[in-house]
């Protein structure tokens, strides 16, 4: 049996061709196969310039030795192993110099067995990796529960920039409900319980954000949201919206906006100050018009505008960039002319829509690769659907038609997937 003594808290044994960590005596179940070599301590600079962690570095390491332990023999990986944990631990246990799964789960046994560093660094190693906002370091630590080590306001004060944890603190008593970091605006962690609003964290800057109103009354966002200057994604949220904030047309670097109510009414035409936006979804049954300055965010790749719009401007024919265009949900009657000259589009959805008729036109989206024209009045497909290339799903309902029929039984053997209805 070989031994290495890290310090007076941990150690590590080979035993029986395998390398177990110990703490204080005690056998912890912890030790992985290799992944990376060892490091060294001058190479740490080098190492933390080239990836932000071991856990970033080893999204593109090489696997395959999970499986084939033999591979490697079972003195050199108890070596590499001591040698990463003395590096570590002479480290003041930076996190980033282990994986997160053995990393975290050490670090708080040492702080329990009553290791002075590692109990001051654990709360701080915990606020340090969720302000970098890694996205699989941010699932693990909320996942597992890491999070829980700190107080909601220590987490929020430690994880930011001053500056902006004032804003979301600020937020949270404007809208009464916390806000709960996560890797994506989007991402849902707990099904229990009710919504929660979130942030999204990068190099301790917020880059998104979702402002959720349930069913009270929006108030006034203070001015301070410009101050978020890295805020790239905002989705808002609630019941009684009928009117975009102001300030939120004044967020310039904004990507990617998700706007959600029953009652808004329409959306301002200095919508077009945001510039950058390269996502775009307003969601409301009580939507009466959208702007002709729409057309010009030329920088949109992806455009939702759903429920009950009669029509839609000819300026979204400006938007050359849109590779995904969501109409669904509306009472159209025919297909814009326009929408024919995007010819970007890989997904056009036009569900529950009141259309009965599928232009010869649409071969001219050749790029299209998913059509959705379900729950619609269409009767018939034109013969220049076989053209389209590229097209690998069709949503439509049943035909009583048997020319679309054979239309439909050619497509499918050029490969379309076709979803009937």
């Known amino acids: 049996m070989s031994e290495f003594i890290v310090n007076r808290f941990l150690s590590l044994k080979l035993e ?27 190479e740490i600079p080098n190492f933390l310039e080239s990836f932000e962690s071991v856990d970033e570095a080893t999204v593109n390491a090489d696997h395959s030795l999970e499986n084939t332990p033999d591979l490697i023999p079972p003195e050199t990986e108890f070596w590499a192993h001591c040698s990463n944990l003395q590096v570590w631990a002479e480290n003041n246990y930076d996190t980033r110099l282990l994986h997160m799964s053995i990393a975290f789960s050490l670090l708080k046994e040492l702080a329990e067995a009553g290791d002075v560093v590692a109990k001051r660094a654990f709360k701080e190693e915990i606020a340090k990796r969720l302000g970098s906002g890694y996205p699989s370091v941010v699932d693990f630590l909320i996942l597992e529960h890491f999070d829980d080590n700190l107080s909601h306001e220590e987490l929020i004060t430690s994880v930011l920039v001053p500056e902006e944890a004032e804003i979301i603190l600020e937020l949270e008593i404007l809208t009464g ?87 808004l009414e329409e959306i301002p035409d200095n919508i077009s100050n945001l510039k950058a936006l390269k996502s775009l979804s307003i969601c409301s049954a009580n939507l009466k018009n959208v702007p002709e300055n729409i057309g ?7 455009l939702s505008l759903s429920f009950n719009l009669v029509d839609v401007p000819d300026s979204l024919g400006d938007l050359k960039k849109l590779k995904a265009l969501d109409l669904s949900y509306n009472r159209l009657n025919t297909i814009p002319e326009f929408i024919f000259g995007l010819i970007n589009l890989t997904s056009l959805d036009l569900k529950r829509n009141s259309l009965d008729i599928l ?23 034109p013969k220049s659907l076989i053209k389209m290339k590229n097209l690998k799903f069709l949503f439509i309902n049943k035909l009583q038609d048997e020319k679309s029929d054979m239309i439909i039984n050619t497509i499918r053997k050029n490969g379309v997937t076709v979803f009937v209805d």
């Open 16 to 42: 029986y061709g395998e390398t177990n960590i110990y703490i204080n005596e005690r056998k912890i179940d912890q030790c992985k196969y290799l992944l990376l070599d060892k490091i060294s301590h001058s």
């Open 177 to 263: 409900n916390q806000f709960f970091q996560s890797s994506k605006v989007n991402e849902s962690y707990f099904e229990e319980g009710p919504f929660q609003q979130r942030f999204v964290v990068k190099n301790n800057h917020v880059t998104g954000l979702w402002i959720h109103w349930g069913k009270q009354n929006p108030k006034t966002l203070p001015e301070g949201i410009v101050k978020l200057r890295r805020l790239k994604q905002l989705y808002y949220t609630g019941d009684k919206i009928k009117f975009l904030p102001k300030v939120i047309l004044k967020l310039s670097g904004l990507e990617d906006l998700n706007v959600e109510s029953e009652f």
């Open 296 to 302: 010009k965010l030329f920088k949109l790749e992806y």
């Open 359 to 381: 232009s010869n036109s649409i071969c001219r989206l050749q790029n299209l690769n998913t059509l959705n024209l379900r729950r619609n009045s269409i009767i018939k497909l």
